[in-house]
Nanobody, 125 residues
Framework: VQLQASGGGLVQAGGSLRLSCSAPGRMRSPWTVAWFRQTPGMDRDFVAVMHRSAGRIYYADSVKGRFAYSRDTARNTVYLQMNSLRPEDTAVYYC???????????????????WGQGTQVTVSS
């Protein structure tokens, strides 16, 4: 079953959105589920990750203190709560998963084989 991200939309600067990623079969160790984002013509940038489904959460410096990663195992869903949104947060957001990511590769898009379709987030100034 594919990953599926949802919850994107258009929001004014300073606003909030919560993204959801349906990740059935990927909520327990050894799976790691991460969030990335991509703007046109650029590689996917790391946003946030929880290592091996029960471990430490890591954030990109650009979102620390504004975004929060959480999960609901019963619903097979990972969330990304995005607060204090800025125009530079505008991107297509993806969730990705892998059963074999090592800690030194958590922020590398190449470490993840499973990707959902993206959800567009647009922040207006």
């Amino acid at each position: 079953v594919q990953l599926q991200a949802s919850g994107g939309g258009l929001v004014q600067a300073g606003g909030s959105l919560r993204l959801s990623c349906s990740a059935p079969g990927r909520m327990r160790s050894p799976w790691t589920v991460a969030w990335f984002r991509q703007t046109p013509g650029m590689d996917r940038d790391f946003v946030a990750v929880m290592h091996r489904s029960a471990g430490r959460i890591y954030y990109a410096d650009s979102v620390k203190g504004r975004f929060a990663y959480s999960r609901d195992t019963a619903r097979n869903t990972v969330y990304l709560q995005m607060n204090s949104l800025r125009p530079e947060d505008t991107a297509v957001y993806y969730c990705a998963a892998s059963p074999s990511v090592i800690s030194s590769n958590l922020a590398s898009q190449n470490a993840y084989a499973d990707w959902g379709q993206g959800t567009q987030v647009t922040v207006s100034s």
